[in-house]
């Protein structure tokens, strides 16, 4: 998060909001978008990557991430197996369509 232009704080996906290095951080339409999106992040997958591991079409995952799309839930459990599998721990649907789990700094 970096500073709006009053000097205010911003928070990830607040316009104004940057990405740490000063770019403009991505303006996600929902939590569920952002959430894939991270995780996908998390694994170091392409988008290209989490559609073969998921078996989700590639244009169907951009629009749940880049345009807010509703996702089904079975489609948010198919994302959540994935990426329980490739990051060896419990991710859940709840955890995809809410807030981030907080992990403390070390």
Known sequence: AGELANGDPATEGEPGATDGAGSPAKVYKSR??????????D?????????????IDKSLILGHV????????????????????ALNRSVTVGELEGEPPQVPPR
């Open 66 to 85: 880049n345009k807010g799309k509703g996702a089904h839930p079975d489609t948010l459990k198919t994302y959540a197996d994935a990426f329980s599998k």
């Open 43 to 55: 694994c170091g997958w392409s988008f290209d990557q989490l559609a073969k591991r998921t078996g």
């Open 32 to 41: 569920a978008g952002r959430n894939i999106d991270k995780l996908r992040k």
